[in-house]
């Protein structure tokens, strides 16, 4: 183990990925192809030549503390690791260039999902199975980095946490933080529940009736909440209704950082039904498809469908199961959504559609968005000034944690939401300046930075597509995608003096 803890996170991770293709090498011999087989044989075993090499020459070299370079280090794996994901890629299909196939790996590992190919049942299997693997992995190295990395930095949500009374002791608790040992300790305990939990995802989704390799896929990118799929997305399954009801229960996992790991007082499982980030998603689970389901006879009395007792249900049933799947930032689309937009007769469902990515999951998880702990926080207080208007020397209680999401914690939350603000605008203008409509622009904008890539399938008209965009656009995207996996803060900290300081 003090093997590892002498190794830079890129070279890691560099090796993991090394390992990682002869999985694919595994599953093409199954198949007899071959060609696949060695393209990612050769490729893994040189790549895991160099990682040998890059940690003999990093073995006597001190790690620097600094969490300022953790994130730096996490910065260059995003961007960087990608390009070598891409090169089997890259090889295997000869009608896409290499910035392509580099696209496609970054939108995988960053749990993203956008996939520039628009007939998934024409890409061969391996492939998928590479590119699910990939983003299951970036789900993965998300949730230790928020524990290991963005928490002691107070970063990736848990600025909502900072108090004044230790606020000066910001610097002195990273400083004192031995982020390697907490990259291990959070890795040991994280992914054997991951990986189990997968496993028996997968094996749920094989006895409802899926192929095996779509229950693999399926359960990986529900995990990693990238919604990749082999056979174009949940209709293309066979497991139905009992599919999507076993996805929307492990969906959960991106709401809550409660189902990884206990609280400070080891009460993780028993406050996890008063958890705030689970009770709004249960509040927008209950009010968002009650709404469509009555807009039937509210909004839409013109239509001259008869009421039926199935395709009410079926309706109400796809506003529930997007509601989750959008708001955790997994993009899977029911095979009933199609029947809830006909009974609500609501015209720009994709507007709702875009709001759920842009709230987000639970802080510590896979979900990207602006979190829902944040809008708590931003609701708390504003609800406390409201208060203040109509009483203005009441005292507020519920004490100090409260206090704190009053007030330090909702000056955080506003901090990052305008950064949020101001990133979507900036990569909406960068769409638009290369030709790209508006609404197109804010689609693309909002799918990148809340890591929804399957969000132009639903919220579009049906016109775009990843692959017809230019490569300028595509690169505008990539940013998009780096720094809504990251956020804005940990980007931004990046370029603080304060965290460079010795």
Not at 86 to 103: E, G
Not at 125 to 144: E, F, K, P, T
Not at 229 to 250: K, M, P
Not at 413 to 433: N, Y
């Amino acid at each position: 183990m003090s093997v590892f803890r002498n190794q830079p996170l890129f070279v890691l991770l560099f090796g993991m990925m090394s390992l990682l293709m002869y999985v694919p090498v595994l599953f093409s011999v199954r198949l007899d192809q071959w060609l696949y087989a060695r393209t990612f044989f050769y490729h893994g075993t040189f790549f895991l030549i160099i990682s040998v090499l890059l940690g003999i020459a990093f073995s006597s070299q001190k790690l620097q503390k600094k969490i300022v370079q953790n994130i730096f280090d996490l910065f260059c794996c995003f961007v960087f690791l990608p390009i070598f994901m891409a090169i089997p890629l890259n090889y295997l299909i000869i009608n896409i260039d290499f910035f392509d196939a580099y696209f496609e790996m970054l939108s995988s590992f960053t749990t993203t999902g956008a996939s520039i190919f628009d007939d998934s049942t024409k890409i061969p299997d391996v492939l998928h199975l590479w590119r699910a693997l990939i983003a299951w992995v970036g789900g993965l190295l998300m949730l230790v980095a928020a524990l290991a990395i963005f928490q002691p930095a107070g970063l990736g949500g848990f600025d909502v946490y900072a108090r004044k009374n230790n606020s000066s002791n910001l610097k002195n608790q990273i400083k004192s933080a031995n982020i390697r040992s907490r990259i291990i300790k959070y890795t040991i305990l994280i992914s054997p529940i991951y990986f189990v939990l997968t496993i028996i995802m997968s094996i749920l989704l094989i006895l409802s009736g899926d192929r095996p390799l779509v229950a693999v896929i399926h359960a990986m990118s529900t995990f990693s909440t990238s919604g990749i799929s082999n056979v174009s997305g949940l209709q293309g399954a066979n497991s139905g209704i009992i599919g999507e009801l076993l996805i929307a229960l492990f969906l959960i996992f991106a709401i809550s950082r409660f189902m990884y790991q206990q609280d400070s007082e080891g009460r993780g499982y028993r406050r996890l039904k008063k958890d705030k980030e689970v009770n709004i998603m249960l509040i927008l689970i209950i009010i968002i498809p009650s709404l469509l389901f009555l807009r039937h006879w509210f909004g839409a009395i013109e239509a001259s469908e008869s009421f039926s007792f199935q395709s009410g249900l079926s309706a109400f049933w796809g506003g529930v199961f997007m509601v989750i799947s959008f708001l955790s930032t997994t993009g899977f689309e029911s095979e009933h959504w199609s029947a809830s937009q006909m009974w609500s007769g609501l015209k720009t469902p994709g507007l709702i559609l875009m709001g759920l990515c842009v709230l987000g999951g639970g802080i510590a998880t896979t979900a990207g968005g602006v979190k829902l702990l944040r809008v708590y926080v931003l609701y708390k207080h504003g609800i406390r000034e409201m208060t203040r208007l109509s009483y203005p020397h009441s005292v507020a209680g519920a004490g100090e944690k409260a206090r704190s999401f009053r007030k330090e914690g909702a000056y955080a939350a506003w901090i990052f939401f305008m950064l949020f603000l101001v990133s979507l605008a900036l990569i909406i203008l960068g769409f638009s300046a290369t030709g790209i409509k508006f609404e197109h622009s804010l689609i693309l904008a909002i799918s990148g930075l809340s890591t929804v890539g399957p969000l132009i399938n639903v919220a579009g008209d049906g016109s775009l597509n990843y692959s017809q965009i230019s490569d300028i656009a595509k690169f505008i995207f990539c940013i998009a995608m780096v720094l809504g996996r990251l956020e804005a803060l940990a980007v931004i900290a990046l370029f603080n003096p304060n965290y460079w300081s010795k």
